[in-house]
């Protein structure tokens, strides 16, 4: 038993000298904070839908946010995996509340699905600029307006762009004209996003034969399992039913992951990224490219509103830099093209977003029909703006659920 | 009633699986005295911190109550997650449905989430006493089964306008949410039917033939013949009773928590519950606390990362070496020769 | 092959179980006898490996073998029958020889075997497919097969333990022939049997033991009476005083037909006057027990019992006392208090703890329970056990079921559970008790069922029965 006293006794000296050596670490490391930015330094807070480092929607996020921590500097609060699988038991409104007691001035809300959340949390704290990025609350002439929440701001990129190309070079790559669409779940941003891509797409295939585009929703923007269907299974599916090119619209790489494995057993298959610059990364050999959210200078300019005391609820949607798309300093929507294309394909994707950034070609333009037969635009009418961002189904010659 | 002995017990082990869990967080190179006060002040640093900790733990305070019923009775209600979704579902259907709009609807709910519930709770019972399933394969079936009812309406005959997405229903209308008081929204009515189930309970288990007879059902079923009741009817009685008040947590993630039905709406605490009623050996008063315990845990933890930058799994860890280490302490018994030796100090 | 035994002592605590046993055999078919707890099971578990015995020596072809290993037994050619088959229900019969037989080799011809094991089987006289399931047998065939087996991996002594307890008659003919055969070639075999029929009919010698020594060795034309008197030598009980008002109500037994395979005087109805003791007699592993169950519970057969006048009985009228007293009769870790709460509080919502500790402080004096009210019932010794099964009859007019009320009990316990028994004979309906103790039996009924095997042999008055009648009837000898 003596043994067992001083092992105690031990353990209790371990645990006060470690836990003090850590205190006093953290301790001085905010010190050094402090001081390089004054008495109150810039905080603001990042909610992400998926992990930080999913390689993709959240990771952009994450990245933007950090972009404003290198220009502006300021600290960030992150909170990652806010979904009702991965935290179950704590809302969006309550992370905005914890971030403001932590000091945030100002807090980005980054997925569609954060609605409930972000409405609850700007009427609760109408003082904290709040931007909820896809959002359409401050839209004003939309369907989601909310004109009492002065407090906040949405910020979105013009992907329609990003997935144009994206369509076109899985249609330029594609032998078959067969294309599967990897989608999340089924709201007015993504039925709009797989449209574009499928335009996009019909305009470059140039192959025999009608062009095959299908779409499948998985449910939620990534894996929840259990409660969502598989991307790894769906990506099996679409290559299984003969479809030769897939276009990847989920948060994370189970896409990619597919399709390189597809090609190593020797098929001949390529993927469509999405959401994250470098999401190539994950299969670079069949990787077309990847259209891509740079969300650090729009959500710098917000910071800087907010820093400048200039702080007002506007909807931001914005587009590609057309004069050097893969600019991080000015382009919203980028677009890297993948090692997997060849240099005349590359050469007609270039000419493509050439023609797509003068003006020359408009997708968006009439004789336009919805999946059921509807008239979407009359012959030469060009879509306005709320007609692009509520998009209330799929395309005629889509295959696929628009509801 | 009360048994100081055990008191003194379960203190000394409290203490033991905390320094455990000191060591464990020390290991991955983390400071437990700044994990602790970020966990008490995340949960009850503040009067609205103090409310979001009650209304997490109302759920696992009631599902580890519905479960006393059934581990008295000797069963093993894995299919609590079942029956608290089946409760959030019929409390859903309540509150999106023409009574949604009114002040009664919450009340009404509850009506349904108990009727759902302890159905959900029956068919596990009918299984086990009919058709002789064991109780734990019927529970994860019918946790699955639930689930997937859930995910069913939330994508289909439940789903926003226009969207199709697991995300969760439309938000239900004010006055179908949990009657709150004050300005931040202290959730009265829920706090109230608690209170009153546990004493009821107590009263329940401890003063009536009914408290007697599931217990001793539970130790051994061929006996009860003997004494004039037959212990198939007594199952059943536990998993509606279970049933039904596991179908209140339910109501309570739905109308309290989220105010809409989503996928995973039991949040995981029905399986936790199991975990603090094995703890607390069935004990109420301690299921009491340990639930609120764990709800400080769960609340002070997911702000771990917004306080101290640490990922949020760290508080799973925390759980699982609390849960472990406890049910080890518990079976070496090592808190007994602990306060031999205490009181043989203070003696001298 | 020649077994000596010399000298084997065996105790548990302060009961010597066997005491300086000595027995030689080299060949025929030995009888083992001896009423409960006479020291039969000790002894074969000691010669099979499965006890060590405190002192003596085994020898065989005059070699002393390894005492307590089973492994050396089984080595050494002795080979045990169980009661119930050892096998693998859902394997083949090939397949469950393939996992029991005692081979060194790591890889085995099945060929071979299986050519070995038909050539057994043909030997034999058995005629089942290798291929069949074990589970399609009837008992009586596996426990054939179980003998091939004994056989195959060289057993030269076989044990057979009460084997015929679940045969029917025609398995048992089959059974008996295979051992008749077996002991023609020479091969030893022990059978240990309370049926003195079946012993009669296949055994040549014998040796009878009683509280753990071996009193007599006997052989070929054995004579019942002489056996029967040896076996069930009386031991002195204390005789109560007390005299019973004969009571005036009657009250008959109806018993099913389904009962037990009953087919004596089923269709008659029994009456008796209220406040008899029925004593139900039969041997370790006879019906006994289950005819008082029956009664209690419906589910198996239609046997109760109805009073001429009054109400009808309800179920609360009767109390039944299961012979295995924790896995049937009480609930280990409730405590004893709660028991009573239990037992009180039958028609109750509401428990009032004041009254039932009030009550549980009666009964544990007057039962004269050591133990504490918050002791949980696993912790208390037997006796207490049974005495709180006994306080626990309810204080209305019963029917008590009680099977085998002393079983287990030292003789003071036992004594003293009969007479807290009797003194309900003033009150309840009706005693009915079931014993494989005929002393016990003899000593305590008004009116004795004799139970063999399956079969109800008879139902008498105590007065025109005699004690020997009785053990004739339970031994199945009528």
């Known amino acids: 038993m003596k043994l067992f006293h001083k092992l105690i006794l031990a353990s209790i000296i371990g645990i006060f000298i470690i836990s003090c050596g850590n205190t006093d670490d953290t301790e001085s490391s905010s010190m050094d904070m402090s001081m390089d930015h004054g008495s109150t330094p810039f905080k603001f807070g990042m909610i ?23 220009k502006l500097g300021g600290e960030m609060i992150v909170a990652d995996m806010i979904n009702p699988a991965d935290s179950p038991n704590l809302t969006v409104d309550q992370v905005i509340s914890d971030m403001i007691d932590e000091g945030a001035q100002m807090i980005f809300a980054t997925s569609d699905d954060m609605k409930d959340g972000v409405l609850a949390g700007a009427e609760q704290f109408p003082d904290v600029p709040i931007i909820w990025a896809s959002g359409d609350s401050a839209k004003s002439d939309g369907k989601g307006y909310r004109s009492d929440l002065s407090n906040l701001g949405n910020i979105m990129g013009k992907m329609e762009y990003g997935k144009m190309i994206a369509g076109c070079a899985a249609a330029l790559k594609s032998s078959n004209g067969h294309i599967g669409f990897l989608g999340p779940l089924i709201n007015d941003e993504t039925r709009r996003l797989a449209n574009v891509a499928y335009l996009g797409a019909s305009h470059c295939w140039q192959g025999d034969g009608e062009l095959k585009f299908d779409v499948v929703w998985i449910g939620f923007w990534f894996h929840i399992p259990g409660v969502t269907s598989d991307p790894t299974q769906v990506a099996n599916e679409f290559f299984d039913s003969g479809a030769d090119v897939i276009i990847s619209h989920i ?146 010659g889509m295959v696929g659920d628009s509801q | 009633m009360f048994d100081f002995d055990n008191l003194k017990i379960n203190s000394i082990r409290l203490l033991l699986t905390l320094f455990i869990i000191f060591f464990t967080l020390i290991l991955f190179g983390i400071s437990p005295f700044e994990v602790f006060q970020s966990i008490i002040y995340g949960s009850l640093g503040s009067e609205s911190k103090f409310i979001r900790t009650l209304i997490v733990w109302a759920p696992i305070s009631l599902a580890s109550l519905a479960l006393i019923y059934t581990f008295s009775a000797g069963m093993w209600n894995i299919g609590i997650e079942g029956q608290i979704i089946m409760g959030a579902v019929g409390a859903t259907f309540i509150a999106r449905s023409f009574l949604g709009d009114y002040l009664i609807s919450p009340y009404i709910q509850i009506l349904f989430a108990v009727l759902f519930g302890g159905l959900w ?63 931040h929204n202290f959730p009265l009515m829920l706090i109230v039917i608690i209170l009153f189930l546990y004493l009821l309970s107590y ?37 509606l009773i279970a049933g039904s008040i596991a179908g209140i947590a339910g109501f309570s993630q739905a109308s309290g928590a989220y105010h809409k039905l989503v996928p995973s709406i039991s949040g995981g605490f029905g399986f936790l519950a199991i975990l603090i009623v094995l703890i607390s050996s069935r004990n109420i008063y301690f299921s009491f606390i340990l639930s609120f315990l764990f709800s400080i845990l769960i609340v002070g933890g997911s702000q771990l990362q917004i306080r101290l930058g640490l990922d949020n799994t760290i508080i799973g860890i925390i759980q699982a070496t609390f849960v472990l280490s406890w049910l080890v302490l518990q079976r070496i018994k090592v808190e007994n020769m602990i306060l031999q030796k205490i009181s043989r100090v203070f003696s001298k | 092959m020649k077994i000596q035994i010399k000298n084997l002592s065996k105790s548990f605590g302060n009961l010597k179980a066997n005491k300086n046993i000595n027995l030689s055999l080299d060949s025929g078919i030995h009888a083992l006898l001896g009423e409960n707890g006479a020291g039969k099971s000790t002894f074969v578990k000691i010669i099979s490996g499965q006890l060590t015995p405190d002192s003596g020596e085994i020898i065989i072809n005059g070699e002393n073998i390894n005492l307590g290993s089973a492994k050396d037994s089984i080595k050494n050619g002795i080979g045990l029958l169980n009661q119930d088959p050892l096998d693998f229900s859902n394997l083949s019969i090939l397949e469950s020889f393939l996992v029991g037989i005692n081979e060194k080799k790591p890889f085995r011809k099945i060929e071979n075997i299986k050519q070995k094991i038909l050539g057994l089987f043909k030997n034999y006289g058995i005629e089942i497919e290798l291929s069949s399931k074990t589970n399609s047998l009837s008992i009586g065939e596996r426990q054939q097969i ?177 012979a295995d007293r924790l896995e049937r009769g009480l609930f280990k870790d409730l405590n004893l208090l709660e028991h009573y709460a239990l037992s009180i509080s039958a028609k109750k919502t509401f428990l009032d703890w004041k009254i039932i500790k009030q009550t549980a402080i009666d009964k544990i004096n007057k039962f004269n329970i050591k133990s504490n009210l918050n002791n949980s019932l696993s912790e208390l010794s037997g006796g207490n056990q049974q005495r709180v099964m006994l306080s626990l009859m309810p204080d209305l007019e019963s029917v008590l079921l009680l099977e085998q009320p002393t079983r287990g009990l030292d003789y003071n316990s036992a004594n003293k559970i009969w007479e807290m028994i009797l003194e309900r004979k003033k009150q309840d309906i009706a005693i009915l008790f079931s014993s494989t103790d005929m002393d016990e039996i003899w000593e305590y009924s008004d009116i004795i069922f004799s139970v063999s095997g399956n079969k109800i042999m008879d139902i008498s008055y105590k007065n025109n029965l005699t004690k020997e009648k009785i053990i004739k009837f339970v031994s199945g000898l009528v």
């Not at chain 1, 992400?48 to 290198?70: F, M, N, R, T």
């Not at chain 2, 994860?140 to 969207?163: E, Y």
């Not at chain 3, 055969?181 to 009669?200: A, Q, T």
Request: glycine share 8%.
């Open chain 3, 146 to 322: 179980e003998l091939i087996r004994l056989l195959y991996n060289g057993a030269k002594l076989i044990i057979l333990d009460e084997p015929t307890s679940a045969f029917s008659l025609e398995q048992k003919k089959r059974v008996f022939e295979t051992l008749k055969k077996l002991s023609n070639e020479g091969i030893i075999i022990i059978f240990v049997s309370h049926k003195l029929d079946e012993i009669f009919e296949i055994c040549e010698t014998g040796s009878i033991l009683k509280s753990g020594e071996l009193i007599e060795n006997i052989t070929k034309p054995f004579n019942s009476k002489k056996i029967l008197s040896t076996m069930f030598e009386n031991t002195e009980f204390h005789k109560s005083e007390q005299k019973y008002t004969e009571r005036v109500n009657k009250f008959s037994i109806i018993i099913s037909k389904s009962d037990l395979f009953n087919d004596y005087k089923s269709d008659l109805v029994h009456e008796y006057t209220f406040g008899s003791v029925i004593g139900i007699a039969g041997l370790q592993g006879s019906s006994n027990d289950k005819l008082i169950k029956n009664v209690f519970s419906n589910e198996f057969s239609k046997t109760r019992i109805i009073k001429q006048f009054g109400d009808p009985l309800k179920i609360e009228n009767y109390y039944y006392m299961p």
């Open chain 2, 203 to 239: 009263v329940v288990l401890n003063f009536t033939s009914l408290g007697i007879r599931l217990k001793s059902t539970g130790i051994n079923v061929l006996a009860t013949e003997r004494f004039y009741f037959k212990s198939d009817r007594y199952i059943v009685f536990s998993y």
């Open chain 1, 48 to 70: 992400l839908v998926g992990p930080k480092d999913d390689k993709g929607w959240s990771q952009a996020h994450y990245e933007g946010g950090q972009y404003i921590e290198d």
């Open chain 1, 251 to 396: 948060d994370t790489p189970e896409g990619l992951v597919v399709t390189g494995q597809r090609a190593s057993e020797g098929q001949d298959v390529y993927v469509v990224g999405y959401d994250y610059e470098d999401s190539c990364a994950t299969a670079p050999d069949v990787c077309l490219g990847v259209p891509y959210f740079n969300w650090g200078p729009e959500y710098l300019n917000a910071a800087m509103d907010v820093v400048h005391n200039e702080f007002s609820s506007k909807f931001i949607w914005q587009g590609p830099n057309w004069d050097n798309m893969n600019d991080v300093d000015s382009s919203m929507i980028g677009y890297k093209i993948g090692e997997a294309m060849s240099t005349s394909e590359t050469t007609k994707l270039e000419s493509f977003m050439d023609e797509l950034a003068s003006g020359k070609i408009e997708l968006f333009k009439g004789p336009l029909n919805f999946q059921d037969g509807t008239t979407y635009l009359s012959d030469g009418k060009e879509a306005t703006d709320n007609e692009i961002w509520y998009t209330p189904q799929l395309l005629e």
């Open chain 2, 121 to 183: 709770g029956l068919l596990s019972a009918l299984l086990k006493v009919k058709g002789n399933v064991h109780e734990i394969f019927s529970g994860l079936g019918l946790d699955f089964v639930a689930s997937g009812i859930v995910i069913f309406l939330i994508i289909g005959p439940w789903k926003r306008d226009g969207i199709a997405s697991t995300g969760g229903t439309d938000l239900f209308h004010k006055a179908s949410w949990i009657p709150t008081i004050g300005n």
